[in-house]
T-cell receptor, first 116, second 111 residues
Framework: EAQVTQNPRYLITVTGKKLTVTCSQNMNHEYMSWYRQDPGLGLRQIYYSMNVEVTDKGDVPEGYKVSRKEKRNFPLILESPSPNQTSLYFC???????????????FGPGTRLTVL | QQPVQSPQAVILREGEDAVINCSSSKALYSVHWYRQKHGEAPVFLMILLKGGEQKGHEKISASFNEKKQQSSLYLTASQLSYSGTYFCGTGTTNSGYALNFGKGTSLLVTP
């Protein structure tokens, strides 16, 4: 089954304790992206990647790191989480057409993170 | 900058029509529409590209006014299953791979 998986689905942690949220897709998509969703603010893009070893900042990259060493995986790293990073996080992937447009993005189920 | 969606919320009776608008202050290359049901991940509806190309579900209708940097999503003969939050995401001419999503429009369809 074609899908995007995220782990963990729920995480409660404390300020300053490094954590990684994994994201994996089995559709051979070039493009992957991380979003955070907060009430009243919609979806905000954190980082995106056009292919292996190619990443770029989205709207809200501060406090986050990513890496794209393999095409299928795009982990999100919070090296020193703070309470303002409490949020619902979505990973998404997409095929890329020629030119500069994205195609349909497939979203993972989400990771609900609470930083105390 | 996030695009501005309007209205913020709308309540419809089954069978009624609705229009959701998305407006940007920047020149747009693409507009992406997604629907999210409560507790679920966003699901793709449609992409509209500069120049008129559209990709998406046949039953969904949308428009893209490049000059005004606006897009509208048309929901006709609404069904209960249309309930959810609708998001537009905009890609600018400078960076087609980055997407800025609006804050969403909450749609509730009642029997």
């Amino acid at each position: 089954e074609a899908q995007v998986t995220q782990n963990p689905r729920y995480l409660i942690t404390v300020t300053g304790k490094k954590l990684t949220v994994t994201c994996s897709q089995n559709m051979n998509h070039e493009y992957m992206s991380w979003y955070r969703q907060d009430p009243g603010l919609g979806l905000r893009q954190i980082y995106y990647s056009m292919n292996v070893e190619v990443t770029d900042k989205g709207d809200v990259p501060e406090g986050y790191k990513v890496s794209r060493k393999e095409k299928r995986n795009f982990p999100l790293i919070l090296e020193s989480p703070s309470p303002n990073q409490t949020s619902l996080y979505f990973c998404a992937s997409s095929l890329l057409s020629s030119g500069t447009e994205l195609n349909e993005q497939f979203f993972g189920p989400g990771t609900r993170l609470t930083v105390l | 900058q996030q695009p501005v969606q309007s209205p913020q919320a709308v309540i419809l009776r089954e069978g009624e029509d609705a229009v959701i608008n998305c407006s940007s202050s920047k020149a747009l290359y693409s507009v992406h529409w997604y629907r999210q049901k409560h507790g679920e991940a966003p699901v793709f509806l449609m992409i509209l590209l500069k120049g008129g190309e559209q990709k998406g579900h046949e039953k969904i209708s949308a428009s893209f006014n490049e000059k005004k940097q606006q897009s509208s999503l048309y929901l006709t003969a609404s069904q209960l299953s249309y309930s959810g939050t609708y998001f537009c995401g905009t890609g600018t001419t400078n960076s087609g791979y980055a997407l800025n999503f609006g804050k969403g429009t909450s749609l509730l369809v009642t029997p």
